[in-house]
């Protein structure tokens, strides 16, 4: 993993949003207030979350917004929220990739604007960063259909090693609301824990600053990254939004998404 020793000026700042189905609600419901405060949105597309009348609605909230709209495909799993994994063979859940991306894309081009970026939900993308084979057969399928459409992961992960081989645009992430391991990916968990906003947001600002994480071995470890991600499950989503505009913005970095 590369070190930037110097201070990030621009960051982009994503959320996973629009995961809730029908009546049922995830986190708080504050997505429509999220969406003053970042500028990339990736929007569930139905398989682990999210269904056709709210992924029209937060297209149609984000387009108001001038916010980036990102698919976020998961593994079919609506009663796991996608952070369970499913054994499925490599094809197979390539090819749940590319239907949930062609649901998001429609919407998308109902409102007249394109697809900003792909990233992938939960168990999926966990799987993505580890599995080669998968990574690159999504990659490909992906850089097929959408060839300059950023592709949202983890700096050298699976995912990010298949998309550098074959030269498809990548975002690297950062994990607000997620702890760091040894190897430089994230610890996985099925629900999403709860965060001190003011101990998150300083050790975003930080990340940004020096480039390093403390991991949950107690380790320095150096971090490159284009993105800043949360997630609109993590109570108090809005107040973490919030927070990190605030503070970022305070330190001269500018909040807009990777062109």
Known sequence: MGNSVM???KIDLNCDM???FGHWLIGDGDDDHILNYISSANIA???HAGDPDIMNRIVAAAVQHNVGIGVHPGFQDLRGFGRRHI???????VND????MGALEVFARLYQVPLAHIKLHGALFMHAARDHEFAQLVLERIHALYPDVPFYCLCGSASYQAACMIGHPVVREFYADRAYDASGLIV???NSPEWDVDYMTQRVLRACMEGKVRTVEGLELDVSFDSICFHSDTHGAL???????DTLTRHDIQIARRN
């Open 188 to 190: 996985f968990s099925r």
């Open 45 to 47: 597309a139905g398989f």
């Open 97 to 100: 990739v590319i239907y949930q």
């Open 7 to 9: 201070p990030l000026k």
């Open 18 to 20: 629009g995961e809730g």
């Open 87 to 93: 054994q499925a063979e490599t094809a197979s859940l």
């Open 239 to 245: 107040a973490v939004a919030k927070s990190l505009r």
